[in-house]
């Protein structure tokens, strides 16, 4: 139950926003009246909920009630430890070294065996090869394949530590990341909503004055238009009443001049260009 419990939270944390329900076995509750059971369906919590029983569990279990010095928390050593002969801890021969020496681990394990063939503890039969040989067996597999198969097992520990806590961690923490910055982001375009206002409020004011000023060109060239309306009107009938009064004037000078005022006054042109004429030609 509590395998299934852990998958439908890091499902539900891969997933993102929005309520989860825990992928357990819903209780089922029998009838009062001793009738088909009643089901009761999986609580659904909220992504508040779920957070706040995670810093609860965090509390408790990193709490300062945890001895941490007695039981520290479980970790995966970096490397394994050293063996000798392939199969047998380091640390079983370093045990005999302050008293043996040496050879120490080779002479108790030579004695023992020595030891348990004298007492039939160990009794050579037909199946006593099979303990040799079974050792002989693993030693060889490890001297041959050990590295082969040590890293094919933590290429697959290590996918399944990846696929288990280091990809939803790091999706959590990507999602986190993301919604920080969109929350930053929010931040700044709130904060730069006042210069927005004033700059709207300016094109509109300068939008404004825009229209105001084609309203006064406007104007001004409508009244222009009038006032040279009335000016050329004022022309036209100035000079129509001029040409008027000359055509009258010339028309009564005209009426009023005889025939024999006329031949005077030719005659008397006439002498005053030959008089012209003797002047040009005296001064030549």
């Known amino acids: 139950m509590l395998p299934a419990l852990k ?3 890091l499902r539900s944390i891969l997933h993102g926003q929005g309520a989860f329900r825990a ?37 408790v279990y990193f709490g300062p009630e945890r001895d941490l010095k007695n039981f520290p928390n479980p970790s995966q050593p970096d490397q394994a430890p050293p063996v000798r002969m392939g199969i047998v ?11 043996t020496g040496v050879t120490g681990p080779y002479l108790f394990a030579g ?8 007492k039939e503890v160990m009794v050579i039969d037909h199946y006593f090869w099979e303990f040799p040989s079974f050792w002989g067996a693993v030693w060889f597999v490890n001297y041959k394949f050990g ?54 409020k300016e094109g509109v004011e300068l939008q404004l004055e825009a229209a105001y000023r084609q309203r006064l060109l406007t104007a001004f060239q409508e009244v222009k238009k009038r006032l040279d309306y009335a000016l050329e009107k004022e022309n036209v009938k100035r000079r129509y009443e001029q040409e008027h009064m000359v055509n009258w004037i010339v028309s009564s000078v005209t009426k009023s001049i005889t025939a024999q005022q006329e031949k005077e006054s030719i005659q008397s042109c006439i002498k005053t ?3 012209l004429s003797a002047k040009q030609a005296a001064v030549l």
């Open 7 to 9: 998958s439908g939270v």
């Open 23 to 59: 992928i357990a076995v819903a209780p089922i509750r029998a009838g009062s009246t001793g009738g088909s059971a009643e089901y009761i369906p999986p609580k659904t919590y909220t992504k508040e909920e779920r957070i706040e029983q995670w810093d609860y569990v965090n509390s």
């Open 89 to 99: 801890p380091a640390s079983w021969f370093e045990f005999f070294y302050p008293k």
């Open 111 to 118: 004695g023992l065996s020595l030891w348990m063939l004298s």
């Open 147 to 200: 590295s082969q198969i040590k890293k094919y097992f933590s290429d697959q520990l290590q996918l399944k530590q990846d696929i288990i806590f280091t990809r939803p961690i790091n999706a959590m923490k990507g999602a986190a990341q993301e919604t920080i910055a969109k929350c930053e982001r929010l931040i700044e375009e709130t904060e730069v909503a006042k210069h927005l206002y004033l700059a709207k």
């Open 273 to 275: 260009l030959k008089n």
